[in-house]
Structure formats: C-alpha cells, structure tokens
C-alpha cells in the first residue's frame, strides 16, 4: 500500500505521517517514511531525534563529497540511507537527492521519483509530502492507494486542500481529508463546505500533540489519551486492516 500525505504548510502532514507509519509497523506491516520535504522533520516525528534527523538530511552533502558510496536502485537506497525508527519503521530523506547527475539512484532521483519507484506491494510506503499542491499535482497517481489531504480550518489550508484533493481524485486516486486541529463546530463545517465530497476523518486539537513536538519528541512516545492522538490511532488500526487485507 502506497499513501501519500499533502496539504498546505503547517497542516499537520509530518505529525500525521509519523504517528500512522508507527502504528502500521506497531500493526506487523514493513512500513518506509519516505520524507519529501525540503526542510526535513519527519525523524522528529517518527522520534529518530534531531541528531539522527540532520544526519539522513546531511546525506546529500556526504555524497557529493565522495565520503560514502552511491547507491544504484532506490531499494539500495533505502537499505544504504535509510535509518531504522522505534518501532522498526524504515525512514529515509528523499528531498536532498535531487542534484543534477542522473543515472544514480542517490544523485539522480528526487522525491517524487523515489516515492514513484518505491513498490507498495507488501509493505507500506509512506511519503510526507512537501507543503502545497505541487508534488500532489506532478506525481503518477496510478501507483498510488491513497492520499490523504491535511487541513486545519483557515480558509488558506482549506483552499490547498481543495486543490489538492481535486487533482488526486481528478485523476483517480483515493482520497481521504483529514480536518486536523479541530476545536469547534464552525471549524468542521468550514472543511465539510469545501470538501464535502470526499471522506472526512476529523482530529481534534490536541494539547499533548502540540507540546510533543515543542519538545522534538514523537507525538505517539507522549500521552496517547487525547483526542487528536485517540482519532489517528483509530485511523492507523483502519489502514492497518486495509495494508492487511
Ligand atoms: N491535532 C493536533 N493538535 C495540536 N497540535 C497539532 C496537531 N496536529 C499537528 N499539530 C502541531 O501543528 C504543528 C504543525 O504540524 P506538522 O509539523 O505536522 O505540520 P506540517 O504540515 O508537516 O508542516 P510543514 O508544512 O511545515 O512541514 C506542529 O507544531 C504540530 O505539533
Ligand atoms: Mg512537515
């Protein structure tokens, strides 16, 4: 199973990419974070620590100083650059491959190819997306099983979200929205006006959530009664059936 995580900066992609790829690898899947982003944080998220975060994002500069050998396939990629995070989630850093050599799995292949040529079957390939609608827009969704499309309630994020629901569903991907930060009534109906035809998972605002990250920590190693947490919880034991099934 493939999934893809997008929607508008500060949404919540990275919190939401690290708690599900935990509870799927917690679930028995094999289970890859590909992180796509140009700022990197989903190690923090995942709780690999700031550290070992800037270490996989340094990895670019590392390759074109000759300190490490080139991988060849992206799967050589993954098991060279990888790095393992609690739970046995395979993480790695897509967004700083991108260089200008092509034919070489580490210095040719940007985030959208790596998350493209990684095969789904048998395992769970999670990618957090960039902020916006680009990579959403550029990728082939045809290998894709699902994307889930993050908001809060500021009609800025609802107004990505819109776009980049539209253009994944458009060309035929599965699309679950995810009203993240929800506190009142009004924030819910704000998304259901705009995204009403999609399914909507809603997960409230979450002070144990919020402080986690503050303190660099995975939100999943804090309190895990809260209601933000309980409803991404309650979405990972749902995809991990699907990835099951
Ligand atoms: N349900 C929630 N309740 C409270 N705080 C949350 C919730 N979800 C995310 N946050 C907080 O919102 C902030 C942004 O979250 P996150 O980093 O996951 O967003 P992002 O979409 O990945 O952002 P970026 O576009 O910068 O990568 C973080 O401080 C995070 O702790
Ligand atoms: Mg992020």
């Known amino acids: 199973m493939?999934?893809?995580?997008?929607?508008?900066?500060?949404?919540?992609?990275?919190?939401?990419?690290?708690?599900?790829?935990?509870?799927l690898s917690r679930a028995g899947e094999e289970v890859i974070a590909v992180d796509a982003d140009v700022n990197p944080m989903l190690g923090i998220s995942l709780g690999v620590g700031m550290d070992e975060t800037e270490r996989l994002a340094g990895i670019r500069e590392?390759?074109?100083?000759?300190?490490?050998?080139?991988?060849?396939?992206?799967?050589?990629?993954v098991a060279t650059f990888g790095t393992t995070a609690p739970d046995g989630v395979q993480l790695v850093v897509g967004s700083r491959m991108?260089?200008?050599?092509?034919?070489?799995?580490?210095?040719?292949?940007?985030?959208?190819?790596?998350?493209?040529?990684?095969?789904?079957?048998?395992?769970?390939?999670?990618?957090?997306?960039?902020?916006?609608?680009?990579?959403?827009?550029?990728?082939?969704?045809?290998n894709?099983?699902?994307?889930?499309?993050?908001?809060n309630a500021t009609s800025k994020s609802i107004e990505v979200a819109r776009?980049?629901?539209?253009?994944?569903?458009?060309?035929?991907?599965?699309?679950?929205?995810?009203?993240?930060?929800?506190?009142?009534?009004d924030d819910l109906e704000e998304i259901r006006a705009a995204l009403g035809e999609h399914e909507i998972i809603v997960v409230p605002e979450d002070d144990a959530i919020?402080?986690?990250?503050?303190?660099?920590?995975?939100?999943?190693?804090?309190?895990?009664?809260?209601?933000?947490m309980v409803a991404l919880l309650g979405l990972g034991e749902r995809l991990a059936l699907r990835a099951a099934a």
């Open 163 to 185: 776009r980049a629901a539209d253009s994944a569903a458009g060309r035929g991907a599965e699309v679950l929205v995810i009203a993240n930060r929800i506190g009142t009534d």
């Open 144 to 151: 894709i099983d699902l994307v889930l499309v993050v908001t």
């Open 62 to 77: 590392s390759l074109q100083q000759g300190h490490i050998e080139h991988a060849h396939d992206v799967e050589a990629l």
């Open 210 to 228: 919020r402080r986690a990250d503050e303190e660099g920590l995975a939100p999943l190693d804090g309190p895990r009664d809260g209601p933000g």
């Open 98 to 142: 991108d260089g200008p050599d092509s034919g070489c799995a580490c210095c040719g292949v940007n985030p959208d190819q790596l998350l493209n040529e990684l095969d789904g079957e048998g395992r769970v390939v999670i990618g957090d997306l960039e902020a916006g609608i680009g990579i959403v827009t550029r990728m082939d969704t045809g």
């Open 2 to 23: 493939k999934i893809i995580v997008a929607g508008k900066g500060g949404a919540g992609k990275t919190t939401v990419s690290g708690t599900l790829a935990r509870v």
